[in-house]
């Protein structure tokens, strides 16, 4: 006997083969009171309930010929008993807002997540749907995509992003309870589930957030990590070799650890159990599993982690497992024990009595919650937004930024954020509010510490908790390195995270080369579904807010001044909306079209001023938002830009881009240095003598 069939207690089964081929419809089901109890399931079916999440996961790798099958073959107990037994979740509708949360922080083994909202009743994956696993514009892409998949919470793959946004969401759950709840009437209560592996705890981004975790005392968090020790490269113990339990212990989280996660579901029933008895701690559950349980020759081993078993150990991990089914085959009994559309619906009318109770004794927080989850807008919103006049005080936009967070928050109930330790420099504090604590949830200030990676990962969860939150996030510019990979994931997902990135060039000064950003913008602007916004004075840094808050699925990153710079005359929010627009104008044609961002924009408005007064017709463009720009009409940007005009840009960052609109571009093409600001500006050559000598040309 093997030593895989030794650690096998599931006797093999068998019930009368029910092909499904199409959609399935859920069974009609006697309505029965809403309970997290597991009612007793005949162990046969419960072994084919398992088992149908493996071979599911195995069918679906194997036709694609790609994938991981390895996961879902260990993890399908710990899927079984949330999915069928814990979570509160309804199938027929997805986005019901008091469901529980789950995150597949370990997105290789999707087909784990798939196979289970097939098995629970989710329309948006029919059986064909498994079947066209990693196919183009299937519904059951490679890793877990919360834009194509009805009913997937995040978008993971990069590992360690998932449990940290995990921790968004959890975060978004404390404040919302704390803020709304009344002692005899709770409308927010859920809990997050998140699975990660080993990958998952090595990678930094996860310390970051779980130390923030543990920090917040999130109690309705559960993270499960699927302690295989495999990874791509082997056995972990060639490279990681620490107690992760030790270490989330001393992060200030509860600690479980089920020994037989291949087959003792009752185990991990119990795990979950005593995990929601700790209130005041987030909790791990450690679950050692066989990476690829059931195949006689390939679990245990990397060879199952990413890719397909094969035809000859399918049908050997079929004969080892007693799966007598045909691929994408599952017995009738199978769909009946799991479905919990029922179940669903139930939980969904539970709380929306509680909903009408609390709207009747509560009738003013009610409106605002509803209006918060309905992820609209506040009526007027945007004329809390203040404008300027030269006549106003020049200052950095840095701090215009924080003017128009002070006065948004007291119309966007939603708006919550911090700074990764540089809120005095960022200026991200809404003055109204406390902070964001373990005893003080309902606060709306976020003090994320020296954590920009987790930083951006945890506002971009508590943006995907989809109940109206509109997070922001700062930090000086040149770390947008540390969080890039977070940044890239909420242009993936489609969420509308505002990422405030002060000291934004050269300008910053003395710092030096490490502190001032070069390429970012060049970087950022090539980035797809992100809008890089950088404002020239207080009226476009107004302009740049309301785009922010207005696109919900477009995150935006604000490039903000350390120095200040005037107001000018010509900036207006409505030319922030078409991305560049004339701030300066001239009559008819132009002969020279000057254009410049942010701290530049006030050099090229002088300069054009002296190019003017030497007899040439002068337009000034602030390209706020080249985003923005490239989506106007055809006739809109021709005429602006006219191609007869001699085109000149000037900004203190990379010229990597300027020449799509471009003739001649003044930038920094090199790293820089450390000097005042003023003498840096000269020695790189950004002058507006440069820029009217390049106009002149």
């Given at each position: 006997?093997?030593?895989?069939?030794?650690?096998?207690?599931?006797?093999?089964?068998?019930?009368?083969?029910?092909?499904?081929?199409?959609?399935?419809?859920?069974?009609?089901?006697?309505?029965?009171?809403?309970?997290?109890?597991?009612?007793?399931?005949?162990?046969?079916?419960?072994?084919?309930?398992?088992?149908?999440?493996?071979?599911?996961?195995?069918?679906?790798?194997?036709?694609?010929?790609?994938?991981?099958?390895?996961?879902?073959?260990?993890?399908?107990?710990?899927g079984?008993?949330?999915?069928?037994?814990?979570?509160?979740?309804?199938?027929?509708?997805?986005?019901?807002?008091?469901r529980?949360?789950?995150?597949?922080?370990?997105?290789?083994?999707?087909?784990?997540?798939?196979?289970?909202?097939?098995?629970?009743?989710?329309?948006?994956?029919?059986?064909?749907?498994?079947?066209?696993?990693?196919?183009?514009?299937?519904?059951?892409?490679?890793?877990?995509?919360?834009?194509?998949?009805?009913?997937?919470?995040?978008?993971?793959?990069?590992?360690?992003?998932?449990?940290?946004?995990?921790?968004?969401?959890?975060?978004?759950?404390a404040?919302?309870?704390?803020?709304?709840?009344?002692?005899?009437?709770?409308?927010?209560?859920?809990?997050?589930?998140?699975?990660?592996?080993?990958?998952?705890?090595?990678e930094?981004?996860?310390?970051?957030?779980?130390?923030?975790?543990?920090?917040?005392?999130?109690?309705?968090?559960?993270?499960?990590?699927?302690d295989?020790?495999?990874?791509?490269?082997?056995?972990?113990?060639?490279?990681?070799?620490?107690?992760?339990?030790?270490?989330?212990?001393?992060?200030?989280?509860?600690?479980?650890?089920?020994?037989?996660?291949?087959?003792?579901l009752?185990?991990?029933?119990?795990?979950?159990a005593?995990?929601?008895?700790?209130?005041?701690?987030?909790?791990?559950?450690?679950v050692?599993?066989?990476?690829?349980?059931?195949?006689?020759?390939?679990?245990?081993?990397?060879?199952?982690?990413?890719?397909?078993?094969?035809?000859?150990?399918?049908a050997?991990?079929?004969?080892?497992?007693?799966?007598?089914?045909?691929?994408?085959?599952?017995?009738?009994s199978?769909?009946?024990?799991?479905?919990?559309?029922?179940?669903?619906?139930?939980?969904?009318?539970?709380?929306?009595?509680?909903?009408?109770?609390?709207?009747?004794?509560?009738?003013?927080?009610?409106?605002?919650?509803?209006?918060?989850?309905?992820?609209?807008?506040?009526?007027?919103?945007?004329?809390?937004?203040?404008?300027?006049?030269?006549?106003?005080?020049?200052?950095?936009t840095?701090?215009?930024?924080?003017?128009?967070?002070n006065?948004?928050?007291?119309?966007?109930?939603?708006?919550?954020?911090?700074?990764?330790?540089?809120?005095?420099?960022?200026?991200?504090?809404?003055?109204?509010?406390?902070?964001?604590?373990?005893?003080t949830?309902?606060?709306?200030?976020?003090?994320?510490?020296?954590?920009?990676?987790?930083?951006?990962?945890?506002?971009?969860?508590?943006?995907?908790?989809?109940?109206?939150?509109?997070?922001?996030?700062?930090?000086?510019?040149?770390?947008?390195?540390?969080?890039?990979?977070?940044?890239?994931?909420?242009?993936?997902?489609?969420?509308?995270?505002?990422?405030?990135?002060?000291?934004?060039?050269?300008?910053?000064?003395?710092?030096?080369?490490?502190?001032?950003?070069?390429?970012?913008?060049?970087?950022?602007?090539?980035?797809?579904?992100?809008?890089?916004?950088?404002?020239?004075d207080?009226?476009?840094?107004?302009?740049?807010?309301?785009?922010?808050?207005?696109?919900?699925?477009?995150?935006?990153?604000m490039?903000?001044?350390?120095?200040?710079?005037?107001?000018?005359?010509?900036?207006?929010?409505?030319?922030?909306?078409?991305?560049?627009?004339?701030?300066?104008?001239?009559?008819?044609?132009?002969?020279?079209?000057?254009?410049?961002t942010?701290?530049?924009?006030?050099?090229?408005?002088?300069?054009g001023?002296?190019?003017?007064?030497?007899?040439?017709?002068?337009?000034?463009?602030?390209?706020?938002?080249?985003?923005?720009?490239?989506?106007?009409?055809?006739?809109?940007?021709?005429?602006?830009?006219?191609?007869?005009?001699?085109?000149?840009?000037?900004?203190?960052?990379?010229?990597?881009?300027?020449?799509?609109?471009a003739?001649?571009?003044?930038?920094?093409?090199?790293?820089?240095?450390?000097?005042?600001?003023?003498?840096?500006?000269?020695?790189?050559?950004?002058?507006?003598?440069?820029?009217?000598?390049?106009?002149?040309?």
């Amino acid at each position: 006997m093997s030593a895989l069939t030794a650690r096998t207690s599931f006797a093999p089964a068998r019930v009368a083969r029910n092909t499904r081929s199409a959609r399935r419809a859920p069974a009609a089901r006697a309505a029965t009171k809403v309970s997290n109890v597991a009612v007793a399931v005949d162990a046969t079916v419960e072994n084919e309930s398992v088992n149908a999440i493996r071979f599911l996961a195995i069918d679906g790798v194997e036709k694609a010929n790609s994938g991981h099958p390895g996961l879902p073959m260990g993890c399908a107990p710990m899927g079984y008993v949330l999915w069928k037994e814990t979570m509160n979740h309804s199938p027929s509708n997805p986005k019901w807002f008091n469901r529980d949360r789950f995150v597949l922080s370990a997105g290789h083994g999707s087909m784990f997540q798939y196979a289970l909202m097939h098995l629970t009743g989710y329309k948006s994956v029919s059986i064909d749907d498994l079947q066209q696993f990693r196919q183009w514009e299937s519904q059951t892409p490679g890793h877990p995509e919360n834009f194509v998949t009805e009913g997937v919470e995040v978008t993971t793959g990069p590992l360690g992003n998932g449990i940290s946004m995990a921790v968004g969401l959890a975060a978004a759950e404390a404040h919302l309870a704390a803020r709304y709840n009344k002692p005899d009437c709770e409308i927010v209560d859920h809990y997050t589930y998140c699975i990660m592996g080993d990958g998952c705890n090595m990678e930094g981004v996860s310390n970051e957030a779980i130390s923030l975790a543990g920090h917040w005392g999130l109690g309705k968090l559960i993270a499960f990590y699927d302690d295989n020790s495999i990874s791509i490269d082997g056995h972990t113990d060639i490279s990681f070799t620490e107690d992760v339990c030790a270490r989330y212990e001393a992060l200030g989280w509860h600690i479980q650890h089920v020994e037989d996660g291949n087959t003792d579901l009752e185990a991990i029933r119990k795990a979950i159990a005593e995990a929601k008895k700790v209130t005041d701690k987030p909790s791990l559950i450690k679950v050692t599993t066989l990476i690829g349980y059931g195949s006689p020759n390939k679990a245990d081993t990397h060879d199952v982690h990413g890719a397909p078993l094969g035809t000859d150990e399918v049908a050997a991990t079929r004969e080892n497992l007693g799966w007598s089914y045909a691929p994408f085959e599952v017995p009738e009994s199978v769909y009946e024990n799991f479905d919990v559309t029922a179940k669903g619906k139930e939980c969904e009318a539970a709380w929306e009595a509680t909903m009408a109770t609390y709207t009747e004794k509560y009738p003013e927080e009610a409106a605002e919650f509803s209006q918060l989850i309905s992820q609209e807008l506040p009526e007027g919103w945007a004329e809390a937004l203040p404008s300027f006049t030269p006549e106003d005080k020049g200052v950095a936009t840095r701090i215009h930024s924080q003017t128009m967070l002070n006065a948004l928050a007291p119309v966007l109930p939603g708006l919550l954020g911090g700074s990764a330790d540089l809120a005095p420099s960022n200026m991200t504090l809404m003055k109204m509010f406390g902070d964001f604590q373990k005893d003080t949830p309902e606060e709306r200030n976020v003090r994320f510490g020296v954590r920009e990676h987790g930083m951006g990962a945890i506002a971009n969860g508590l943006a995907l908790h989809a109940s109206g939150l509109i997070p922001y996030c700062a930090t000086f510019f040149i770390f947008s390195d540390y969080m890039r990979a977070a940044m890239r994931l909420a242009a993936l997902q489609q969420v509308g995270t505002i990422f405030v990135m002060t000291h934004d060039s050269i300008g910053l000064g003395e710092d030096g080369p490490t502190h001032q950003p070069i390429e970012h913008l060049a970087s950022f602007r090539a980035m797809p579904n992100m809008l890089t916004m950088r404002p020239g004075d207080g009226t476009e840094t107004a302009g740049c807010y309301k785009v922010a808050v207005e696109n919900r699925k477009r995150p935006s990153t604000m490039a903000l001044s350390r120095q200040a710079m005037p107001n000018l005359p010509g900036t207006s929010m409505e030319g922030v909306a078409k991305g560049g627009y004339a701030v300066v104008d001239c009559e008819g044609t132009p002969d020279v079209v000057i254009m410049g961002t942010g701290s530049e924009l006030e050099m090229a408005v002088k300069a054009g001023e002296e190019v003017a007064a030497a007899g040439k017709k002068v337009r000034v463009v602030s390209m706020v938002c080249t985003d923005l720009f490239d989506e106007q009409s055809e006739e809109y940007k021709a005429e602006l830009l006219p191609a007869s005009a001699r085109k000149v840009s000037v900004e203190a960052g990379s010229t990597f881009g300027w020449h799509k609109y471009a003739d001649a571009c003044i930038g920094i093409d090199d790293f820089g240095a450390s000097a005042p600001a003023s003498i840096l500006y000269e020695k790189f050559g950004i002058t507006q003598a440069a820029v009217v000598e390049a106009a002149m040309a």
